[in-house]
C-alpha cells in the first residue's frame, strides 16, 4: 500500500495544509517507456555490471549499445505510422463494439510508440544493471562489441566493467530452471550440434538456490543433449551463463569467453605489454602466449563490485583481486566425460587459476 505522507502544523497558531504525498503513485506516473519495469521471467536483455555508479553506467551503456546497434541493425525503427487507422469511419461511429475496438488498438498502437529498443528495467541488485532488449538477438551484439574493442584497443566506458547478454530468463527454481534449460540449449549442444563448454554460476540476493545442485543438473542436460559435449576450462568454444538474480534465472550461452576476458570492457583494451607488468604468478597464468587464454590479472578496480549474498559464499584466497563489495562466488564445472556419474566443481574467484583451485 502507498504510504500517505503528511506535512506537519507550521509553528506560531498558522496551519498549512498538508499535501498528501502517494510515493509509490508518483513513482508510477514518471515510468512512461512501456514493457515490464523490473527484471522478469520471459525477457531478453543485457546484464552489465558498475562500479558503484550506476546512474552514469546506464548513460554509458545506452550510447554503446545504440552505436553498435545502429551499426548491425540499423536506425530504430518508429511505430507512429504504421498501425494508425484513419479518425473516421464508414458508418460505424454509433457502433459500440467498432468503437471498442478502435480505442483498444490506439492504445496497443501509444504502447508500441514507446517501446524502445533499449530500455533500463530495476534489475535487483546493486552495481547491477539491466537493459531490455526488443528486436535483436543480444549475444550477437554483445559479441560484436567486444570484438570490436578488443580489436582496437580502444577504451569506450569508465563505469562499465561487465556486459554479460542474457539471451533468455526464468523463475529461479530449479525445477522451473531444468525445464527451461532443456529447450534453451538445443541450439548450441543438441546433435547433431556439439562443443566444449564451461558453466560459469553467479548469484545475488537469493538463497534458495543451491550451487551445486545447479551445476549438476545443467551440466547434466548439456551431456544428454549430446554425449559428445565436454567441458574445456582452458578455451572452451561455448560458456553458459547462469546469473541469478532475487528469484529470476538469466541465462546465455556466449563465445570467446576467455578470449575477451570474461566480457569484461575493462580489461578487453589491455595489450600484451600491460599483461607483462603483472606479478610473477599472474603473469605464469597468461605466459602461454595464446590471447585465448589471457584471464588472470585482475585488479579491484576491474573486478565486479557485485552486491548480494549468496547461501554458500567462497572466501578466495587472494582477496585483494576483487572489489570491496565482492561477496558472489564464480563456478566452473569439470567434467571427466558424460559416462562418468560424478561431477566435480572447480570455484575460482577473480582470476585465481583452475590448477590452483584442484
Sequence with gaps: MAARIQQSPQPGGGKRKGKAQYVQAKRARRWDGGGPRQLEPGIQGILITCNMNERKCVEEAYSLLNEYGDDMYGPEKQFADKDQQPSGSEGEDDDVEAALKKEVGDIKASTEMRLRRFQSVESGANNVVFIRTLGIEPEKLVHHILQDIYKTKKKKTRVILRMLPISGT??????????YAETFLEPWFKAPNKGTFQIVYKSRNNSHMNREEVIKELAGIVGSLNSENKVDLTNPQYTVVVEIIKAVCC????????????????????????????????????????????????????????????????????????????????????????????????????????????
Design 170 to 179: 526464468c523463475k529461479a527454481f530449479l525445477e522451473d530452471m531444468k525445464k
Design 251 to 358: 541465462l546465455s550461452v556466449v563465445k570467446d569467453y576467455m578470449l575477451f576476458r570474461k566480457y569484461n570492457l575493462q580489461e578487453v583494451v589491455k595489450s600484451a605489454k600491460d599483461l607483462s607488468q603483472l606479478n610473477p604468478k599472474q603473469a605464469a597464468q597468461t605466459g602461454n602466449g595464446k590471447e585465448a587464454k589471457l584471464e588472470s590479472g585482475d585488479k579491484s578496480s576491474q573486478s565486479d563490485p557485485a552486491e548480494g549474498k549468496n547461501n554458500q559464499q567462497v572466501v578466495p584466497e587472494n582477496s585483494e583481486e576483487l572489489g570491496p563489495t565482492e561477496s558472489i562466488s564464480e563456478t566452473h564445472v569439470v567434467n571427466e566425460g558424460v559416462a562418468k556419474p560424478e561431477l566435480a566443481s572447480q570455484v575460482t574467484e577473480g582470476s585465481e587459476s583452475n590448477a590452483n583451485d584442484l
